[in-house]
Each structure stands twice: as structure tokens, then as C-alpha cells.
């Protein structure tokens, strides 16, 4: 069974950094892309950034310059580089990725969330 399990949430001032990590484990053939998602108390699942196999990266408009997104594949890991931090990024973090457990068997997977909290 695939996992994915997030670290490297907490609370941070605003103007901070933190970084998060994604671990993936279990009967893991390939990883395709691997993204990370938000939600703000009464709002909306959102995207964050994403990076797919090769490399590509995309980001929301809210994060782009302040954010990076990275992976390491022999880790199967990704990594969320957030800099610049300020209140509106204050929301539980989600990793996901589209893992193939095997050629024919490809899934979404999302992590259980991590709490980041930004304060003034």
C-alpha cells in the first residue's frame, strides 16, 4: 500500500521560512508528478505548485517567486521550499502524486496534511 507522509509543517512569523517534505512508501514502481495542495479554514482545497517526472514545474500565481518545489527521486520525496511567508499561507499542506505500483496500476495518492501557521 502506498503512503505518503508529510513533515516539516509548524508555526513560523511572517516574513519566515519553512520546508516541507513528502515521503513516498511502499510498492512503488515510478512516481509521475507530485504536487502540493492547501486548505484554508472555510475555504477551497487549492493547488500549490506541482512537478512532474521530468522536471517541470508550475506554480499559483499566490506563491509564484516565494515558493519551490523539488523532488528527489532515489528519496521518492518531494520538497516545498516556502520563503516570504505571510498570513494567507496559513492552511493544512497536502502532498499528492500519481504513483504506478506497477505498469498497469496507476493511482493518486494524498498524504494526511501538515499544519503550517504564519503570524504576525
Known amino acids: 500500500q502506498v503512503q505518503l507522509v508529510e513533515s516539516g509543517g509548524g508555526s513560523v512569523q511572517a516574513g519566515g521560512s519553512l520546508r516541507l517534505s513528502c515521503q513516498a512508501s511502499g510498492g512503488i514502481l515510478s512516481i509521475n508528478a507530485m504536487g502540493w495542495y492547501r486548505q484554508a479554514p472555510g475555504k477551497q482545497r487549492e493547488g500549490v505548485a506541482l512537478i512532474t517526472r521530468s522536471g517541470k514545474t508550475n506554480y499559483a500565481d499566490s506563491v509564484k517567486g516565494r515558493f519551490t518545489i523539488s523532488r528527489d527521486d532515489a528519496k521518492k520525496t518531494a520538497f516545498l521550499q516556502m520563503n516570504s511567508l505571510n498570513l494567507e499561507d496559513t492552511a493544512v499542506y497536502y502532498c499528492?502524486?500519481?504513483?504506478?505500483?506497477?505498469?498497469?496500476?496507476?493511482?493518486?495518492?494524498w498524504g494526511q496534511g501538515t499544519q503550517v501557521t504564519v503570524s504576525s
Open positions: 499528492h502524486a500519481e504513483v504506478a505500483a506497477t505498469v498497469w496500476d496507476i493511482r493518486a495518492y
